[in-house]
């Protein structure tokens, strides 16, 4: 079972995030502002403009009723810290689109399957799937955490940012191959995906202008930023 410590014990210390405990950065774009709203864990909100987007919502970090409704959900796993149920109910409406992976498709049966290197367009917004897999660690019956070819990452493009959300991963060999990304949100959370040193390499294969750690339990952030401070490219923003 995934830890859930910080969730888990801001839930218990204070109960779920409200809208206005949650941290947000704002980013301009040629196409209007962009906000990221980290909620927690692998979980993300999205408003460009008028449309609102959720990656991987996840019902222990927030009250998703006090939420805006989601324009768009987007799904990178089937693991119940990504593919919530609940979650899904309490912030669609009845225009929600949903991309997914096929075996979330198969779950939930609904949404729109993407899968590895495919790419959609969602109002005029281009969506590319990347592979999220493990190459190093593995459950104790030999399985990795995240197979090979199961799981997404997605690359957003807003206007002139493109914005990456890598799901659960480790530095896999086709993070090399992306390019010119403006904010990179990368796991960090043993041992189902990175150490910080996986996250920095990782890091160092696209070199994206503002790294966000995401996903990183009780890791040391602190470690990543030490690890990246030499890399003049790329600005660790701790959230």
């Not at 912030?91 to 689109?97: E, L, P, Q, V």
Request: charged share 20%.
């Amino acid at each position: 079972m995934k830890r859930f410590i910080p969730a888990l014990l801001l839930i218990v210390l204070t109960g779920p995030l409200s809208m206005a405990q949650i941290q947000k950065d704002t980013f301009t774009t040629n196409e209007g502002d962009l906000e990221i709203w980290h909620i927690g864990h692998g979980t993300l909100m999205f408003k460009f403009g008028e449309q609102i987007i959720h990656v991987d919502p996840f019902s222990r970090l927030t009250d998703y009723h006090q939420l805006p409704k989601a324009d768009l959900i987007l799904i990178t796993h089937e693991h119940g810290d990504h593919l919530d149920t609940v979650a899904i109910k309490a912030i669609r409406k009845a225009s929600t689109d949903i991309i997914l992976t096929s075996v979330c498709r198969d779950i939930i049966d609904e949404g729109q399957v993407i899968g590895n290197h495919e790419t959609t367009t969602w109002n005029d917004l281009l969506i590319e799937a990347v592979p999220a897999y493990n190459l190093v660690h593995k459950r104790d019956n030999g399985e990795f955490f995240h197979p090979k070819g199961r799981g997404n990452g997605y690359i957003l493009t807003f206007g002139d940012k493109r914005v990456y959300v890598a799901g659960d991963t480790e530095d896999i060999p086709e993070m090399q191959a992306i390019q010119n990304i403006d904010i990179a949100f990368l796991p960090m959370n043993l041992p189902y995906t990175m150490t910080p040193e996986m996250t920095a390499n990782a890091a160092r294969f696209f070199n994206p202008a503002i790294l966000f750690p995401y996903h990183y339990g009780d890791t040391d952030t602190s470690i990543l930023v030490e690890l990246m401070k030499d890399n003049t490219k790329t600005e660790v923003r701790i959230r």
